[in-house]
């Protein structure tokens, strides 16, 4: 496999990916027993890095994961892989995707703590954001919602972001397969959730709606920022439980995450959203994203 580029730290080491192993013994590969969060780069820069520590910390809590490290530790040796990546030769102007994956840690098969022989391990790979294209934003995004439901807060609780994503993965396999780009997930109840790595809005009469968090979903970071970039633009925001029917006759449909940051949605179950664009609100929400992102990180 020729390298693009990408960097791993290892628990510290930073090293070429063909260098960076893991033992089969590792509880991420044996139960999906780990955590992770995803930032990108604006120049440089991950936008509101601390914000993704609090939550994985709050992620370990939900899952009795005891960090070997400090928030504080993961923060330094993320920027400082962001910095070794773009050091290499021709990588000084590129953005980029990191994640950390902790791991509970490795040793003897079976599920109790007396079986582990290390402390908790950590990965940050670093890829060029060019490895994660979003289609261009006028061309929206088609979504399907999927038959599977979204995982119960009493079972997998989506409010921790675990390393395990079979659920939204197949999820996504079935929308893709019908010819989608992603899926969308209803709680047991019949509620919009969530997409399979994203957060969801839809716009009606120019009022912003998104699910609450106790209905099961991801506490998102650019979730957040949304909610109060409504209030800052003086654009009603609501956090309510909603069906289906209310996304495929709202005016306006779009989704967020660190990746995708502000995006519409065009096309639902094959039905258009809207007149088929991307609306004002989702627009005037992007762009104030955008302003926002430059703002915090000082990019003239
Ligand atoms: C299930 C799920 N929901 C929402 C999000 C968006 O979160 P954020 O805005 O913090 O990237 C993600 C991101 O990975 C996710 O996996």
């Given at each position: 496999?020729?390298?693009?580029?990408?960097?791993?730290?290892?628990?510290?080491?930073?090293?070429?990916?063909?260098?960076?192993?893991?033992?089969?013994?590792?509880?991420?590969?044996?139960?999906?027993?780990?955590?992770?969060?995803?930032?990108?780069?604006?120049?440089?820069?991950?936008?509101?890095?601390?914000?993704?520590?609090?939550?994985?910390?709050?992620?370990?809590?939900?899952?009795?994961?005891?960090?070997?490290?400090?928030?504080?530790?993961?923060?330094?040796?993320?920027?400082?892989?962001?910095?070794?990546?773009?050091?290499?030769?021709?990588?000084?102007?590129?953005?980029?995707?990191?994640?950390?994956?902790?791991?509970r840690g490795s040793g003897k098969i079976g599920f109790g703590l007396g079986n582990l022989e290390t402390p908790t391990l950590y990965a940050i790979i670093i890829e060029p954001i060019s490895m994660f294209p979003n289609k261009p934003f006028e061309k929206g995004t088609q979504l399907q919602i999927s038959e599977r439901i979204r995982n119960h807060p009493r079972a997998l609780d989506p409010a921790m972001k675990s390393g395990n994503y079979l659920n939204s993965l197949l999820a996504y396999l079935t929308a893709a397969?019908?010819?989608?780009?992603?899926?969308?997930?209803?709680?047991?109840?019949?509620?919009?959730?969530?997409?399979?790595?994203?957060?969801?809005?839809?716009v009606n009469r120019g009022i912003v709606a998104t699910a609450p968090l106790d209905v099961g979903i991801l506490d998102g970071v650019t979730r957040r920022a949304i909610l109060n970039l409504c209030i800052e633009q003086g654009l009603p925001c609501r956090e309510v439980r909603f069906p289906k029917e209310y996304l495929y006759e709202a005016d306006e449909v779009f989704v967020s995450s660190s990746l995708?940051?502000?995006?519409?949605?065009?096309?639902?179950?094959?039905?258009?959203?809207?007149n088929g664009k991307a609306g004002p609100v989702t627009r005037k929400l992007r762009d104030a994203f955008d302003d926002l992102v430059r703002r915090e990180l000082s990019l003239a």
């Open positions: 496999m020729k390298n693009r580029g990408t960097l791993i730290n290892l628990n510290g080491e930073i090293l070429d990916p063909a260098d960076a192993k893991v033992s089969v013994f590792d509880r991420s590969f044996l139960y999906g027993d780990s955590l992770y969060e995803v930032v990108r780069t604006y120049r440089g820069k991950p936008f509101r890095l601390k914000e993704h520590l609090v939550r994985m910390e709050k992620s370990a809590k939900l899952c009795q994961m005891r960090f070997s490290q400090t928030s504080a530790e993961y923060e330094r040796e993320i920027l400082r892989s962001i910095e070794a990546y773009r050091a290499q030769p021709g990588k000084q102007d590129e953005d980029v995707y990191a994640r950390i994956v902790v791991s397969e019908a010819g989608y780009d992603d899926a969308l997930m209803v709680d047991q109840q019949g509620f919009m959730t969530e997409g399979t790595t994203f957060n969801l809005f839809y995708k940051e502000v995006f519409p949605v065009l096309a639902l179950d094959g039905k258009r959203i809207g």
